[in-house]
């Protein structure tokens, strides 16, 4: 049951970020979801700062314990295993994200973190990804195959514009491309803890042919 619920915790922490990005957007008047980037809602001297945070909390606990109940999904599935630490860190690396400025404030050591925890995070998504993949069936790798397409299609082209976010100036798709990215990752996480709730024999059979 403690597995069980554990892995439940990730498909709240996915709505819970989905949700995050629908209704905190709402609270700044003037911010475009379409141009502006996820990180811009937590950025120093944001209206959307002290409620961003907040839920930012609820969401990496969440993915806390999720990568738990990875872990201790399949004894003897190592792939599996990989997958659940690494979601371990990335939740600790949410938990210690710094913070960037808004636009067209001076760049400091903390929009340089940022970028540097931005980076460590999309590491982590792509071997969460490949691990998860690599530990179940066939089925579920190419649906993996897939998000990693998405990612690779629409993750490179935000770190394009990077020094237009600093700069002040204006980015008219950075928003979207970047949320394509989050809505991919966060149903993949649904549907992994789908399949491991639902086929936990199955998953430790595939351990063991591993």
């Keep these: 049951m403690g597995r069980q619920l ?4 990730g498909i709240a922490a996915s709505v819970l970020y989905i949700a995050m990005n629908i209704f905190i957007p709402l609270q700044w008047d003037g911010y ?3 141009a502006q980037t996820v990180s811009e809602l937590s950025a120093i001297g944001a209206p959307t700062r002290p409620l961003w945070v907040t839920w930012g909390l609820v969401y990496n606990l969440l993915i806390l ?9 399949a ?3 190592q792939r599996l295993r990989i997958a659940g630490g690494l979601m371990f860190v990335s939740g600790i690396n949410g938990l210690l994200w710094p913070p960037m400025h808004l636009r067209g404030t001076e760049f400091t050591l903390t929009d340089t973190l940022h970028i540097a925890f931005t980076v460590v995070a999309l590491v982590l998504m792509f071997l ?6 690599a530990a179940l069936d066939r089925r579920f790798r190419l649906y993996s195959i897939a ?10 082209l935000p770190f394009a514009e ?7 100036q204006p980015t008219p798709w950075l928003g979207v491309l970047e949320r394509i990215n989050i809505a991919a990752f966060m149903v993949w996480l649904i549907v992994f803890a789908v399949v491991l709730l639902r086929a936990p024999a199955r998953v430790a059979r595939q351990g063991r042919a591993q």
């Design 75 to 77: 004894p003897g599935n």
């Design 6 to 9: 554990a892995l439940a915790c």
């Design 128 to 133: 969460e990804i490949g691990f998860g993949a």
């Design 147 to 156: 998000t990693l397409v998405i990612f690779v299609v629409c993750g490179a």
């Design 65 to 73: 314990v999720f990568a738990w109940g990875v872990w201790a999904s």
């Design 162 to 168: 990077v020094s237009e976010v600093a700069a002040n």
């Design 32 to 34: 475009s979801s379409a």
